[in-house]
């Protein structure tokens, strides 16, 4: 598992994706807020996190996986004595661990270039949060691989994953002035409730990151299943 990890690890460090998706674009933007004096809300500014996040973890790794899938990888997988929860834990940490580095970075410059006046433990409280997010949706890009037959529906199905999960969380909107459908669905919106943690973060209420913690770990362990649950179905 640890060679799984450091090998994924190594790979990872290398990918183009990864550096324009999750290091340059959102860097880019937010110099660019900065630089024009653009006024941003906080959800926005730390939604741009959490679109960072998605991209890489989400959509690159949905790419990634499906190619292997094509290739047989994971066929080959179902004869050795590695196993399937082993591979998705590799996959995931690895993943993970640069997503949380990367956007420990992120907020760290955030913080420095629009003066929110976070304490280092605050930032440090994000980087759980970072954690969870980051792997939820790497868990999600695993099972978004196992639904389209070609690149170009892989692409489509992405993003119509990606928008509604935007547009129904604070990231954009205030959701007190939306229909009362899309405040139900934020509820059970992943993106909705890493907001509402870093909301927490900002005003210092424990309760209120607690319960995004625990909620987080309950998506995370959903979707460890149904990614888990698609192998097995497509290798069927």
């Given at each position: 598992m640890s060679n799984i990890i450091r090998i994924s690890l190594n790979k990872n460090v290398k990918d183009i994706y990864l550096l324009f998706w999750s290091i340059f674009l959102p860097l880019a933007v937010l110099i660019g807020l900065s630089y024009f004096n653009i006024g941003i809300s906080d959800n926005t500014l730390f939604g741009i996190l959490t679109i960072s996040i998605f991209f890489y973890c989400c959509t690159t790794n949905s790419f990634s996986v499906f190619a292997q899938r094509k290739r047989g990888v994971f066929d080959l997988l179902t004869i050795t004595p590695f196993s399937l929860w082993k591979y998705l834990s590799s996959i995931t940490l690895s993943q993970t661990i640069i997503a949380c580095i990367v956007s420990t970075i992120l907020v760290t410059i955030e913080n420095s270039l629009f003066n929110i006046g976070m304490s280092v433990l605050?930032?440090?409280?994000?980087?759980?949060?970072?954690?969870?997010?980051?792997?939820?949706?790497?868990?999600?890009?695993?099972?978004?691989?196992?639904?389209?037959?070609?690149?170009?529906?892989?692409?489509?199905?992405?993003?119509l994953v990606m928008i509604p999960l935007l547009l129904c969380s604070s990231v954009f909107l205030n959701l007190s002035n939306t229909p009362k459908l899309v405040q139900w669905i934020s509820w059970i919106n992943p993106v909705e409730w890493l907001q509402n943690g870093y909301r927490s973060v900002i005003s210092s209420s424990l309760p209120s990151y607690l319960i995004s913690i625990v909620v987080l770990l309950i998506f995370l362990a959903v979707f460890l299943v149904i990614s888990k649950k698609s192998f097995q179905t497509k290798e069927k």
């Amino acid at each position: 598992m640890s060679n799984i990890i450091r090998i994924s690890l190594n790979k990872n460090v290398k990918d183009i994706y990864l550096l324009f998706w999750s290091i340059f674009l959102p860097l880019a933007v937010l110099i660019g807020l900065s630089y024009f004096n653009i006024g941003i809300s906080d959800n926005t500014l730390f939604g741009i996190l959490t679109i960072s996040i998605f991209f890489y973890c989400c959509t690159t790794n949905s790419f990634s996986v499906f190619a292997q899938r094509k290739r047989g990888v994971f066929d080959l997988l179902t004869i050795t004595p590695f196993s399937l929860w082993k591979y998705l834990s590799s996959i995931t940490l690895s993943q993970t661990i640069i997503a949380c580095i990367v956007s420990t970075i992120l907020v760290t410059i955030e913080n420095s270039l629009f003066n929110i006046g976070m304490s280092v433990l605050q930032i440090v409280l994000f980087i759980p949060l970072f954690f969870l997010g980051s792997a939820i949706f790497t868990l999600l890009g695993f099972c978004l691989s196992a639904i389209p037959k070609n690149e170009g529906q892989l692409s489509i199905t992405s993003n119509l994953v990606m928008i509604p999960l935007l547009l129904c969380s604070s990231v954009f909107l205030n959701l007190s002035n939306t229909p009362k459908l899309v405040q139900w669905i934020s509820w059970i919106n992943p993106v909705e409730w890493l907001q509402n943690g870093y909301r927490s973060v900002i005003s210092s209420s424990l309760p209120s990151y607690l319960i995004s913690i625990v909620v987080l770990l309950i998506f995370l362990a959903v979707f460890l299943v149904i990614s888990k649950k698609s192998f097995q179905t497509k290798e069927k």
